[in-house]
T-cell receptor, first 116, second 113 residues
Framework: NAGVMQNPRHLVRRRGQEARLRCSPV?????VYWYRQLPEEGLKFMVYLQKENIIDESGMPKERFSAEFPKEGPSILRIQQVVRGDSAAYFC??????????????FGPGTRLTVL | DQQVKQNSPSLSVQEGRISILNCDYT??????FLWYKKYPAEGPTFLISISSIKDKNEDGRFTVFLNKSAKHLSLHIVPSQPGDSAVYFC????????????FGKGTRLSVIA
């Protein structure tokens, strides 16, 4: 039973380019979360998605960032026109369908984005 | 405004002794608390959790204590092992729906052989 998969593990972009980060949740999990971790900081929530729906995007910058979780395929976090401040580790987590109580989120290995 | 605080950035403990990692929170709406362990270049790994209806949860060498009136929780690891050396993150969330986690900044634990 594979865990959360993220690719690429490392991504280098020049300022102004686009970055696409992919996340495949645990099989059977229908909830996906994206978090960002800056150096020496904790993880900060960005966006929460269910299949084909954005549930909460309160932590995601309004400009340049977008996320999707299509019916088929992985969840994508897209960053347009990257800037140096976007350099961080981006983690995806998934949890199963709500079962009447809070579900534990399981994290992927992360994508380390470096903007030159 | 940091809602989950881990005030000790690092902690060193001798192998075999007890490690105590502390976490404070400010949001009284938090109802569910988790500890994650993170090795370098890996994602956080779920360790143990506790609901606000409990004050203690134990799993092997790991025990989490919750003091709701003080808005404080702690993770005890006993006996500590060198493989426990990692960054430990405290996280909290509300108990309604699959709400996002709010993380502390982490405590780096070093277990010295």
């Amino acid at each position: 039973n594979a865990g959360v998969m993220q690719n690429p593990r490392h991504l280098v972009r020049r300022r102004g380019q686009e970055a696409r980060l992919r996340c495949s949740p645990v099989k059977g999990h229908s909830h996906v979360y994206w978090y960002r971790q800056l150096p020496e900081e904790g993880l900060k929530f960005m966006v929460y998605l269910q299949k084909e729906n954005i549930i909460d995007e309160s932590g995601m910058p309004k400009e340049r960032f977008s996320a999707e979780f299509p019916k088929e395929g992985p969840s994508i976090l897209r960053i347009q026109q990257v800037v140096r401040g976007d350099s961080a580790a981006y983690f995806c987590a998934s949890s199963p369908r709500l079962s009447g109580g809070p579900d534990t989120q399981y994290f992927g290995p992360g994508t380390r984005l470096t903007v030159l | 405004d940091q809602q989950v605080k881990q005030n000790s950035p690092s902690l060193s403990v001798q192998e075999g002794r007890i490690s105590i990692l502390n976490c404070d929170y400010t949001n009284s709406m938090f109802d569910y608390f988790l500890w994650y362990k993170k090795y370098p270049a890996e994602g956080p790994t779920f360790l143990i959790s506790i609901s606000s209806i409990k004050d203690k949860n134990e799993d092997g060498r790991f025990t989490v204590f919750l003091n709701k009136s003080a808005k404080h929780l702690s993770l005890h690891i006993v006996p500590s092992q060198p493989g426990d050396s990692a960054v430990y993150f405290c996280a909290a969330r509300g108990n309604s729906g699959n709400t996002p986690l709010v993380f502390g900044k982490g405590t780096r634990l070093s277990v010295i052989a």
